[in-house]
């Protein structure tokens, strides 16, 4: 096969040379040589002034001279062309939702930005060409906005990464582990972790978080009037069973009951019940395990947890940091969803709270294009093995396009921190509007009632993001027809009736993500979308033992994931399954938390939590035509 490199005209310099001057200055650049048949890029979108002419004039060749009439259909282009003009909402990654800064700052010209955009994309694509910077082995501007972030973070070192968080994650456990290792990580981590974990073949022990409870008003009907029932009726419809007496004696409910203030005569009590939400990692569960592990001869190299969880959920960082520290014990922190806690006022990041090396996504939650992410290190002694395994996970050809959205959305963060305490302020107006809420109730804990362990509003972990918007479906809520109403179906609504597109969708909850790009009138009509399909549910008291649908649980291993991996593995029924060693991972995508990770033992818990997911309509890879893969002969 031959390979074509790309050509490119040879463009006249301007007088006024700007090659490196990007969102943050470069002092340092000089003037290149004008004879330099190199590419002149303006630093802002769409002003390519005199080069402009000449991409005109070689697309116009490209397009019509060479091929005569058009051979490759866009199908990517016209499909997302398309997919706009339905004019639907992004309540999902990445940051920017589909709009440029400009948009934040109310810039007059945003038309104009958006008429130019693809100009500006193709002006600004470049390679590791003469005059230009390096990202593996940067030295002229790329370094210095590089150790402009590392002031804005804080940082030993800070990396960029174009391939996303599972680069980082991969070189984070690459650059602390060695072969054989053992480490301790939540069980509720990324997939990326996992996969590192096999490769290097590493010997993991996993923390489990608990799930966590919500506080729910003791029941409500399609009228919003306030009732428990076991959903028998008589002939007139009228329950004949269920008073709130009844339902609060009875043992089948294993709930804890508190009285409420009485309104019009009547109590509002509430009832607390568990979630599919896994809780915080509490630091006495980290301490116990590494105790456990060195009593046994087996002390683990590093620890790896996720915090904030795609939930929002955020750990005590500081505190496990100064226990695994104490041991000599490297601690990782996934904070890919967290990389607008920097920016946001009553939060710390990872890194300020003592970890060694963080992850963050830019695009999940900040203005950033997708696939873009840091890589922070905070203890020098890692740097070296961290950039060697970059080398290795990174690709050879990384986007400059890519490098200037992380460092415009950087930029943002540090210059406007302004534009994110109206956003805190935005989403404290929302929440309090969900509070009045039935059926689906916003995930909405009080840090600061929990960290004094009192009993909060929704639920009782260490630290919440309160940019992440879970709305979660109480146990027991159906439609007008009694179906029972899930996640899903919840995302579905809102995508089909109200151009609302969320984030992930899970059984019995759904994920926005919100971002300081959204403003008031998108809270108000993703509030009134979920008001208005709250006032249509029932409830109908759920006796499921949610216990029994566990899906992230503390499963035996019958050997390390690395050493499964490579054994023969044949496909059995879910069923028939149970018992059985896992030969391959099953997770839902997102978040990509597995299920089941190779030489795990397949429980009963497993068993009917996929069962949960597949009848839920999650998307869950590992599963083919409702078989799984097993270890032949084991």
Not at 288 to 303: F, Q, S
Not at 478 to 499: C, H, W
Not at 537 to 562: N, V, W
Request: aromatic share 8%.
């Amino acid at each position: 096969m031959t390979n074509y490199r790309r050509s490119r005209m040879p463009l006249q310099h301007l007088e006024d040379h700007k090659i490196g001057k990007t969102f943050f200055s470069s002092p340092s650049q000089e003037k290149p040589d004008r004879a330099s048949p190199v590419f002149y890029i303006c630093a802002d979108v769409g002003r390519s002034l005199c080069c402009y002419k000449y991409i005109k004039v070689w697309y116009y060749i490209t397009q019509n001279l060479c091929y005569g009439e058009k051979l490759v259909k866009e199908y990517i282009n016209e499909a997302l062309e398309k997919y706009i003009e339905k004019g639907t909402y992004p309540w999902h990654m990445p940051g920017h939702k589909r709009q440029p800064i400009e948009a934040v700052q109310n810039v007059d010209n945003i038309s104009k930005s958006r008429e130019n955009f693809w100009n500006g994309v193709y002006a600004h694509d470049f390679t590791e060409a003469k005059d230009l910077d390096d990202m593996h082995e940067p030295e002229m501007f790329i370094a210095d906005s590089i150790a402009e972030m590392k002031k804005v973070y804080g940082t030993f070192a800070t990396y960029m990464l174009v391939n996303g968080s599972t680069s980082g994650l991969m070189t984070a456990i690459h650059a602390t582990c060695y072969r054989g290792d053992v480490i301790l990580a939540a069980r509720n981590c990324h997939k990326a972790v996992y996969n590192a974990i096999c490769m290097l073949e590493l010997e993991p022990e996993y923390i489990v978080p608990d799930y966590v409870d919500m506080r729910w008003r003791c029941g409500v009907n399609q009228n919003g009037e306030q009732t428990i029932t076991d959903g028998m009726t008589d002939a007139s419809g009228e329950s004949n069973r269920g008073t709130r007496e009844k339902m609060a004696a009875s043992s089948e409910v294993n709930h804890e009951t508190e009285e409420k203030a009485a309104v019009n005569g009547e109590d509002d009590r509430e009832v607390s019940e568990r979630t599919d939400i896994l809780g915080d990692i509490s630091p006495d569960k980290v301490e116990r395990a590494i105790n456990m592990l060195i009593t046994d001869g087996r002390k683990p190299r590093a620890v790896i947890i996720t915090s904030p969880t795609y939930e929002g959920v955020i750990s005590d960082i500081r505190t496990i940091a100064g226990i695994v520290h104490r041991y000599g014990i490297y601690l990782i922190v996934d904070e890919a969803q967290g990389a607008h806690l920097n920016f946001m006022e009553g939060h710390e990041t990872a890194m300020q709270q003592g970890a060694d090396i963080v992850i963050e996504s830019l695009h999940k939650t900040m203005p950033a294009l997708t696939q873009t992410s840091l890589l922070h290190v905070m203890n020098p002694k890692l740097d070296e093995r961290v950039r060697r395994y970059l080398q290795i996970f990174q690709t050879s050809s990384p986007s400059y396009i890519f490098m200037q959205s992380m460092e415009k959305a950087v930029a943002f963060g540090a210059n406007n921190r302004d534009e994110f305490a109206r956003y805190g302020r935005r989403l404290e107006a929302f929440a309090g509007k969900c509070d009045g809420l039935r059926n689906i109730r916003l995930f909405r804990p009080d840090a600061s009632s929990v960290k004094n362990d009192e009993i909060c509003n929704a639920c009782k972990v260490f630290d919440h993001d309160e940019g992440r918007l879970v709305f979660v479906v109480r146990p027991g809520t159906v439609v007008e027809s009694g179906q029972k109403f899930t996640g899903v179906m919840l995302a579905e609504i809102l995508a089909d009736r109200y151009g609302l597109i969320v984030e992930m969708a899970s059984v019995s909850y759904v994920i926005c993500i919100s971002s300081v790009v959204d403003s008031a009138d998108s809270y108000d009509i993703l509030f009134n979308a979920v008001a208005e399909i709250d006032g249509n549910l029932g409830y109908e008291p759920d006796k499921t033992d949610r216990q029994e649908l566990d899906i992230i649980s503390g499963r035996r291993s019958a050997m390390p994931p690395g050493t499964a991996w490579d054994r023969l593995a044949e496909s059995v029924p879910i069923e028939g399954a149970a018992g059985k060693v896992s030969g391959a991972f099953v997770y839902a995508y997102p978040p990509g938390i597995p299920v089941l990770a190779p030489g795990e033992v397949v429980d009963r818990q497993a068993v009917n939590g996929i069962k949960s997911m597949i009848d839920s309509g999650l998307n869950v890879a590992g599963v083919n035509d409702g078989y799984i893969k097993v270890l032949c002969g084991e």
